[in-house]
């Protein structure tokens, strides 16, 4: 993902054209690695996202909702000391480098105006987020620390002074003219596109590519030309934000020309930015929470995959219960022929319409009654066994299915839903509950995702078991329509609405299919009805229920509708 040097130019120049001058008023950090800030300007308020991801780093304007903690982290609470209602006069970015810096007018403890700097490099796992003093050129403190013994150019600690990381000596792709460029490559050396982002900063590979498809191989002529059509459109802050979606996404404020695949256009680089990592950065941290769950109920499905392969195994040995029987009745009526010692014996089978011959093994210890007595109790175990199998099998496979709805709810959940998914588990014995110290944790009534569709009506989705099970058995009334993917693993959708419309029906099937294991299917078939008609049998696993008086209507999942709903 090119988060560039000219990507962050573009972005920087659109953040300094909305934000300033601006007001500082909400300072927020929802995960150790983000800052939010709402921003008062121009009449309007903005939010500001600020991220030092290791995959996502990133800075732009965002839409997305974040779940803030109870407690503020210790930088957060830095910030807002220093930076609550503090004015934002200048967004700069250093060069073409992936270096933005925030120049803030604030007033100190005793109310004299002082001047800050926030400062956000956004070099993938090396990203870091520092508060500075303008006037000490000390550092007040910073997102992530870094000592002398991790970084022997510099330290990233509260006192030292800030020092921009260490110069690549690339040079600036505005500051060169068309002849340095030819010059500095190497034709013969071939690899073009890695000369050129090793040459210069702020172009990324794909980029480089770009200007190599653009020049086609040509003359050294084509070279210096593209290179300046770049060169110019870049100075004159002419971008083209664009999402490419093919095998793997991408994005980039200059427009590919060859590309194969869709393309999403957009009128703003913030826009393109908060709708390409709209979510994978929870997605990533939900990973990560949810790791050893994952890999808990998975091993959990395992385990009764291969005990539903057994108890197949003494199905098909217990089918030939009759077969015991059989040997049995026959070694009975041809006791007479049978003497103890012998290891088999050979007597017409009366059972056979051609009276053909069959051989009867004989344990040569027992006498020819015990023998006979040996295949009757084979029989009645057999028989016996059966019967516990079968019941075995449906608990085994009603298990797996529980288990496959679990690992569907992690593909989906949010931070906050994987808590509740670890509670299901140890309220149903899979994991041991947790020690209740002096102070209970009060319960908390679980909140279903809510969508608003076209026409204004309210959609409700079930993220996991407890949300499903509040929002189907509590929450929605008798009248109105529940909804489920046909037979696949998914989440509870309730339409708010006694008869909605058409419409409302499609987008609400939408979701459900979008919050299903066929996520990534076409045609998802899904089954909707009256919350009345839906039941949920006595002693049953959460989350289950059965329906009738359904009608089915195909849907293909669409991320773009399911984004157009969300409140």
């Given at each position: 993902m090119p988060f560039d040097g000219i990507v962050t130019r573009a972005v920087t120049k659109e953040l300094s054209d909305t934000l300033v001058p601006g007001k500082i008023t909400k300072i927020y950090q929802p995960t150790d690695t983000e800052i939010i800030?709402?921003?008062r300007?121009?009449?309007?308020?903005?939010?500001?996202?600020?991220?030092?991801?290791?995959?996502?780093?990133?800075?732009?304007l965002t839409k997305d909702s974040f779940h803030n903690p109870a407690d503020a982290p210790m930088f957060c609470m830095v910030l807002r000391k220093h930076l609550s209602g503090a004015i934002l006069e200048a967004i700069e970015q250093d060069g073409m480098e992936r270096i933005v810096t925030f120049s803030i007018k604030t007033r100190n403890e005793i109310g004299d105006i002082s001047y800050k700097k926030l400062v956000i490099e956004l070099m993938g796992k090396h990203?870091?987020?520092?508060?500075?003093?303008?006037?000490?050129?000390?550092?007040?403190?910073?997102?992530?620390?870094i000592t002398m013994a991790q970084n022997?150019?510099?330290?990233?600690?509260?006192?030292?002074?800030?020092?921009?990381?260490?110069?690549?000596?690339?040079?600036?792709?505005?500051?060169?003219d068309g002849e340095t460029f030819i010059r500095k490559l190497d034709f013969n050396a071939g690899k073009l596109d890695s000369q050129i982002v090793r040459l210069f900063v702020g172009f990324s590979p794909f980029i480089a590519k770009e200007l190599l498809n653009r020049a086609s191989l040509g003359t050294n002529e084509k070279f210096m030309e593209e290179f300046l059509k770049l060169q110019e459109q870049i100075a004159d802050n002419r971008y083209q934000p664009v999402i490419y979606r093919g095998s793997k996404e991408e994005f980039h404020v200059i427009e590919m020309n060859d590309f194969q695949g869709d393309k999403e256009y957009f009128s703003t680089t913030n826009q393109m930015l908060d709708t390409f990592y709209s979510g994978k950065a929870e997605r990533d941290r939900v990973k990560q929470q949810a790791k050893d769950l994952y890999r808990f109920i998975q091993n959990e499905r395992d385990?009764?995959?291969?005990?539903?392969?057994?108890?197949?195994?003494?199905?098909?040995?217990?089918?030939?219960?009759?077969?015991y029987q059989k040997l049995g009745e026959l070694l009975t009526a041809n006791m007479h022929v049978v003497k103890q010692g012998d290891t088999s014996v050979t007597v017409i089978d009366y059972y056979d319409p051609e009276q053909a011959e069959v051989t009867i093994d004989l344990n040569p210890n027992k006498t020819p009654s015990e023998n006979a007595q040996g295949y009757f109790k084979t029989y009645q175990k057999l028989k016996t066994s059966k019967v516990k199998v079968e019941e075995e099998m449906v608990k085994t496979k009603e298990e797996i299915s529980y288990f496959d709805q679990l690992l569907q709810q992690?593909?989906?959940?949010?931070?906050?839903?994987?808590?509740e998914i670890r509670e299901e588990l140890r309220e149903e014995g899979y994991l041991k509950k947790q020690k209740i110290g002096k102070r209970k944790n009060k319960q908390t009534t679980p909140k279903p995702e809510e969508y608003i569709a076209s026409d204004g009506t309210t959609i409700l989705v079930g993220k996991n078991n407890k949300q499903n099970?509040?929002?189907?058995?509590?929450?929605?009334?008798?009248d109105e329509i529940w909804l489920h993917t046909k037979d696949i693993p998914g989440s509870h959708v309730v339409i708010r609405a006694k008869e909605p419309s058409d419409e409302t029906i499609t987008e609400a099937a939408q979701l459900a299919a979008y919050y299903s294991k066929s996520q990534n299917s076409s045609s998802v078939p899904v089954d909707f009805t009256k919350v009345r008609h839906v039941k949920k049998p006595n002693g049953s696993k959460p989350g289950f229920v059965i329906y009738d008086n359904q009608r089915t209507i195909y849907v293909t999942p669409d991320k773009s509708v399911v984004d157009k709903l969300k409140k």
């Open positions: 800030m709402t921003i300007s121009q009449g309007k308020n903005h939010v500001l996202l600020l991220s030092i991801h290791p995959t996502y780093s990133r800075v732009h990203s870091n987020l520092m508060l500075v003093d303008n006037e000490k050129g000390h550092i007040i403190d910073s997102l992530k620390h022997r150019y510099r330290t990233v600690l509260p006192g030292s002074v800030y020092v921009l990381p260490p110069q690549q000596d690339k040079l600036n792709p505005l500051e060169v385990k009764n995959e291969r005990k539903l392969k057994k108890h197949a195994r003494t199905l098909k040995k217990a089918e030939s219960a009759d077969k992690i593909d989906v959940a949010g931070v906050e839903d994987i808590e099970e509040y929002l189907t058995m509590k929450l929605a009334h008798r």
